[in-house]
């Protein structure tokens, strides 16, 4: 049985081994393989690996040999589902292990647009302090969390971790979208509508699956009736945001604030209008990518392929 990994350099910059995964079978890793080498790596292979390589219906036909595609990662939009269903393959991801490092970023995110703590150290190191005839000086008014309002559209495993997180602050906490669970252990909590919470909420914070019943649905005509002193935060899927609504809307004051790990196109574009706007903060896809989440990503895959070759396939999304 052969196993071909065709992007492993994220899940394994090399602080990661693959070594439980060679033991179940002859396993090749490739850092990363662009589209059109897809099949002359993985012609002869029994299972593949991927993250963000996509495999579509046609590549899939190339694949003559394949019986199992596991996903690492938990969205799995790279793989034509539905092409692996006809052809009874199963499609496996990883369905929790960034919950943590997920909910962390939304709150190192936050609290950069809170205190500007990198535009601070930045102005201390120019010899701003040095020249102060005061003992302390700022920028911007540090902003105090305790007292506002999280609103959180999405509250599964992510969003309920960030919402406990707010809590924690001292923020009461709003929740939209998706299946109502069972309310948290916490108040204030309200459930609340996507609309009102967009009106009400100090703090904006994405955490649903992108579908194509959302796609870019923080548009204009969302961010027109947010508060001018929120902030919003995406750490989801860049395709939930109109990015030029969202530039617009900062540059002329209409929120105060944002804050993304994911953009529409990523790599990022030169063009993307959210390089140039306001007060945004952007990261480079990095709020799942901490060692401690990769090596849970790592064992859970390890897993679900040892079901797999136990013929009880688990975590199939097809």
Known sequence: MKIVVLDGHTLNPGDNPWDELAQLAELTVYERTPPEQIAPRAGDADIVLTNKTPLTAATLAQLPRLRFIAVLATGYNVVDVAAARARAIPVSNVPEYGTDSVAQHVFALLLELC????QHDAAVKAGEWIRSIDFCFWK?????????TMGIVGLGRIGGRVGALAHAFGMSVLAAGGTRREEPGYAPFAWTTVPQLFATADVISLHCPLTADNVRFVNRDCLQHVKPSAFFINVARGGLVD???????LNAGQLAGAALDVVSNEPMHADNPLLTARNCIITPHIAWASLAA????????VKNLEAFIAGRPINVVN
């Open 294 to 301: 990769r090596r849970r990503l790592m064992v859970a895959t």
């Open 140 to 148: 911007t008014a540090p902003l105090e969390l305790s007292g506002l």
């Open 243 to 249: 990015e030029a609504a969202l530039a617009e809307a």
């Open 115 to 118: 205190h500007h703590v990198g």
